[in-house]
């Protein structure tokens, strides 16, 4: 028996991916005759290649000529699972690592008399992998409808987390009178748990690196729940304080993770439409919110209900996510079928890559928890979009306090009925999203005609124009509001501009980050949501002393003008985002003739992707994120 070709660019693609890991093993990609014998785990036979092979095949039972005729695509997933393993956190302390934890402390003896066991064959041929580019269990092969079912139930989740942030703004004069503070600390129930919105995400994003997506998104909604029935029945203010944030900490779950898991299931070619139904999610939730809000908390109900239906719709996420959402990491995926592997062949040695892994807290801290604040603070297109997206997420809770001012205050309405007045931006949100779904097409003729290759820039057309139609709602809003002369509905319409702008800035630029840190896209969307959450805690709380002592039209006409000042930044993006992601240390990119590198460290700041800029429809970068 010969090695198939098949075999040797399988084999030159695991050196290529791990080059010092498999350093000496470059044999394994010529003839037969010339592969390298290694020790076996008796230590007094040996065997090739191939007899481990043909092992192999006696264990399973299965003729492996099709794992050895694998297509183009696998091979890339093979590589790039390798590498991105190797950046993950407990991965520098197992086998074959270039950065082994060394203990001081001497072994301790085996047990029972027995001397230490030799070492065990390569476990490399041990570990799982994709049955080809169309294997079911891979999340980007699910049939459409499991998928339009899973992005559903995430929507809703997300959905839910959004709301809760809200919702609590139409209470916030309630909570001033009854607890006897001034409006600006009632205000803290909303700011707070936007504030856990800036932490959350730290946790969430590389626990779903490393455990997978659906025990965060389970465990975020389940704390979420308790949190909104714990806000609901708390005797003091502090208590609402403390729980509120704890409840937008578990909310902002979905916020990190959810985008991931569309990169998971969907390709270059869909992933923007779904991303698109996400983000309008997210951005809708919060505008809807406050209608409700303000007739619960003036009716018989009092203010409290608005905690107990948040806890309602958590609860159903939560038991919708557990009982039918099913994982979709493909590395936890494969820890699976491994599991699945060694029960039923009895073969302890089967494993996935992911199991290599040994959690440290202190790696735990530098690699992955550090990883969002690095790409904030290293990566400029992060930084500056997430600048952007702060100051705009920021303006999308101050108009929680803003539009009661301007339509209670002003023109005299009803907190119920003032809070109706934000269909107007949900409008204007909605239609962003069409335009953007409208805009599919074009989009898809741009990537057929350059190969299937996406350019991350194609975003940034709609960035540009929602952030002139933004900064045009503020001037409307502000200069026909501040006087009650105007009839309500025209303040109300500037919503349509105000809420269309919010939602092309948000979707497309949540599409840019995550185009261009395909790998890494949780951590980058952490890290936008981190700087962004902030703002939106902190700009609810200064917001009322701005409007009251600027006046209604010359505080619009402030942030109106930061709004327009801010405009270029997408436009430096689209003639120059491609050299500044060519200098990213995160961002894939072309490594010229050559496989990917790594610095000794094992951190992937040194990592080069082998791939074209960005890279191909289905391969391993999109369908192994």
């Not at 699910?142 to 703004?169: D, E, H």
């Not at 107007?424 to 898809?444: C, D, E, F, K, N």
């Not at 010359?554 to 985002?577: D, Q, R």
Request: charged residues 15%.
């Amino acid at each position: 028996m010969t090695l198939t070709e098949a075999d040797r660019e399988i084999a030159a693609a695991e050196i290529d991916a791990s080059p010092k890991e498999f350093a000496g093993q470059e044999s394994l990609a010529r003839r037969s005759d010339e592969v390298e014998r290694v020790m076996s785990a008796s230590s007094v036979s040996t065997t090739s290649f191939e007899e481990r092979q043909r092992r192999a095949r006696r264990v399973s039972g299965v003729s492996t000529q099709h794992d050895l005729e694998r297509h183009p695509t696998e091979l890339s997933r093979i590589q790039t699972q390798r590498s991105q393993h190797t950046n993950t956190v407990g991965r520098s302390g197992t086998r074959g690592s270039r950065t082994s934890r060394r203990s001081e402390k001497p072994l301790p003896p085996f047990g029972a008399g027995k001397p230490y066991p030799p070492q065990l064959p390569d476990p490399d041929e041990y570990v799982v992998e994709f049955d080809g580019p169309d294997d079911p269990m891979h999340a980007m092969n699910w049939p459409f409808k499991k998928k339009f079912w899973t992005a559903a139930m995430l929507g809703y989740t997300s959905l839910v987390a959004a709301f809760g942030s809200s919702i609590f703004s139409s209470a916030t004069s309630t909570i001033a009178k009854i607890y006897h503070v001034n409006l600006t600390v009632g205000i803290l129930g909303v700011s707070f748990y936007v504030l856990g919105f800036a932490f959350g995400p730290t946790l969430w994003a590389p626990l779903s690196e490393l455990k997978g997506r659906k025990l965060p998104l389970v465990i975020g909604m389940f704390g979420m729940a308790i949190f909104s029935i714990a806000t609901a029945t708390a005797k003091d203010l502090q208590t609402i304080l403390i729980t509120r944030f704890f409840g937008g900490f578990f909310g902002a779950c979905p916020l990190a993770v959810v985008a991931a898991v569309f990169s998971d299931m969907f390709d270059n070619r869909t992933r923007g439409i779904a991303i698109t139904l996400f983000s309008m999610t997210v951005f809708t939730g919060p505008m809807m919110a406050p209608f409700i809000g303000g007739f619960i908390t003036t009716s018989y109900l009092g203010w409290r209900w608005t905690e107990y239906i948040v806890s309602f719709m958590a609860f159903l996420a939560f038991g919708l996510d557990l009982l039918f959402m099913n994982e979709t990491y493909p590395p936890q995926i494969l820890v699976k079928k491994a599991s699945e592997l060694r029960r039923r062949t009895l073969n302890w040695g089967i494993h996935a890559k992911q199991e290599e892994i040994e959690i440290d807290f202190k790696e735990l801290v530098s690699k992955n928890f550090s990883r969002p604040m690095r790409l904030l603070f290293g990566e400029p297109i992060v930084a500056l979009l997430s600048i952007y997206m702060a100051f705009i997420y920021g303006i999308l809770y101050l108009f929680l306090t803003a539009y009661p001012i301007v339509f209670q205050g002003v023109y005299h309405m009803t907190p119920g009925v003032s809070g109706l007045t934000f269909f107007g931006m949900i409008t204007g949100q909605i239609l962003a999203g069409i335009s953007i779904l409208l805009q599919q097409p074009w989009y898809m003729r741009k990537l057929n005609a350059n190969n299937g290759v996406p350019i991350p820039e194609w975003r940034l057309p709609s960035v540009i124009a929602g952030g002139v139609a933004f900064s045009a709602g503020l001037f409307w809003f502000g200069w026909s509001g501040y006087s009650g002369h105007v009839h309500w509905i025209v303040p109300t319409l500037s919503g349509i501009l105000s809420g269309f702008g919010l939602a092309s800035i948000f979707l497309q630029a949540l599409n840019y980050l995550v185009d261009s840190y395909l790998m890494f896209a949780a951590s980058a969307i952490a890290g936008n949501t981190f700087l962004r959450s902030l703002a939106g805690a902190g700009f609810p709380l200064f917001s009322t002393y701005m409007f009251k002592g600027m006046g209604i039209q010359w505080a619009s006409t402030l942030l109106g003008c930061v709004a327009a000042a801010l405009v270029p930044i997408p436009i430096i993006f689209l003639y120059y985002g491609h050299r500044i992601r060519a200098k990213s240390a995160y961002a894939p990119k072309f490594a010229p003739g050559g496989p990917a590198v790594e610095d000794e460290s094992g951190d992937e700041s040194e990592k080069e992707q082998p791939s074209g800029v960005p890279r191909k429809d289905g391969d391993a970068a999109t369908n192994a994120v």
